[in-house]
């Protein structure tokens, strides 16, 4: 048993001996050159001039191209008169886009109104004297409420189908809308 533990002894002497610390095996590291793909760039591998870049030409300040200084300006391409206008300026492109503007404002509107249904319910339910106090016009508010989001809900549906109709009309017409 002691001759096994002596053997033990001696081999841990000997592998401690010929072992490095993890500071000389990071120095050694650290030598080492590597092999890397990848190159992570840093602000150090960019120039760090401060000029801004310098502005493309304009055609206009080489009198050599069309449309330079003197010359008439040349008509936009696609300006030819069986050609559509372009959606910002076409009055079904305006109309779809107030649609969907009101559309938004619509919806909005009715979640506004919904969460105001909720709260005034959960208050109404949380505070037991309210019922016993005024319950008329607790009653009559939350119904105002409710007319208020089913016209509303109306309104909107009315919008969608209108929408609708006028995004198939500019489908048919060729007019792109955004």
Same mark, same amino acid.
């Given at each position: 048993? +002691?001759?096994?533990? /002596?053997?033990?002894? #001696? #081999?841990?002497?000997? /592998?401690?001996?010929?072992a ?12 080492? &050159? ?21 502005? &493309? ?5 080489? &009198?050599? +191209?069309?449309? $330079? ?8 391409? !696609? ?12 009055? #079904?492109?305006k109309?779809?886009?107030? #649609? ?15 969460? *105001? ?5 959960s ?19 939350? @119904? ?5 989001? $089913?016209?509303? @809900? ?7 189908a *209108? ?10 017409? !060729?007019? +792109?809308?955004?």
């Open positions: 048993m +002691t001759r096994a533990f /002596l053997t033990i002894a #001696l #081999l841990g002497c000997a /592998l401690s001996a010929a490095q610390s993890l500071g000389d095996v990071a120095r050694q590291e650290r030598n080492t &050159p590597k092999q890397h793909a990848n190159h992570v760039y840093t602000n150090d591998d960019f120039p760090s001039g401060s000029e801004p870049a310098p502005a &493309p030409a304009s055609p206009t300040d080489n &009198p050599t +191209t069309p449309g $330079a200084k003197g010359d008439k300006p040349a008509a936009p391409e !696609g300006s030819g008169k069986g050609e559509e206008k372009p959606s910002d300026e076409n009055p #079904l492109a109309k779809i886009k107030d #649609l969907r503007k009101s559309i938004a404002e619509l919806e909005k509107k009715i979640a506004d109104l919904q969460t *105001e249904e909720r709260e005034r319910a208050a109404y339910y949380g505070d037991a004297g309210v019922q016993l106090r005024q319950p008329e016009k607790w009653n009559s508010d939350m @119904q105002k409420i409710r007319d208020d989001t $089913a016209a509303a @809900q109306k309104e909107l549906s009315d919008k969608r *209108e929408l609708s109709d006028a995004e198939e009309q500019a489908r048919k017409s !060729g007019v +792109t809308v955004q």
